[in-house]
Nanobody, 114 residues
Framework: VQLQASGGGLVQAGGSLRLSCAVSGNILHRNAVGWYRQAPGKPRELVARISTSGNTDYADSVKGRFTISKNSAENTTYLQMNNLKPDDTAVYYC?????????WGQGTQVTVSS
């Protein structure tokens, strides 16, 4: 199983980015996916996750700003991030499973300038 995260970059506060996580093989329809982030010196934390049935869950810090979605036909999960803040600066990772699983993408850097 391979997960490929992309879409990070440098954006000003208030801006938007959309992250993508491509999952190898036709398995997204039977697996949940989570997005995590890790800022320098901080532990990796859950940002958002989406279940096989489409139920979603968000960290309080991103509720109302971030939206997780998936396209099972394309084997891709997305994280739309709006109204970005400097505190959102981190490396973002996708992970297979509703709880933290063993399969991780390589991470994509998101930097939000003030």
């Amino acid at each position: 199983v391979q997960l490929q995260a992309s879409g990070g970059g440098l954006v000003q506060a208030g801006g938007s980015l959309r992250l993508s996580c491509a999952v190898s093989g036709n398995i997204l329809h039977r697996n949940a996916v989570g997005w995590y982030r890790q800022a320098p010196g901080k532990p990796r934390e859950l940002v958002a996750r989406i279940s096989t049935s489409g139920n979603t869950d968000y960290a309080d810090s991103v509720k109302g700003r971030f939206t997780i979605s998936k396209n099972s036909a394309e084997n891709t999960t997305y994280l739309q991030m709006n109204n970005l803040k400097p505190d959102d600066t981190a490396v973002y990772y996708c992970n297979l499973g509703w709880t933290r699983g063993v399969y991780w993408g390589q991470g994509t850097q998101v930097t939000v300038s003030s």
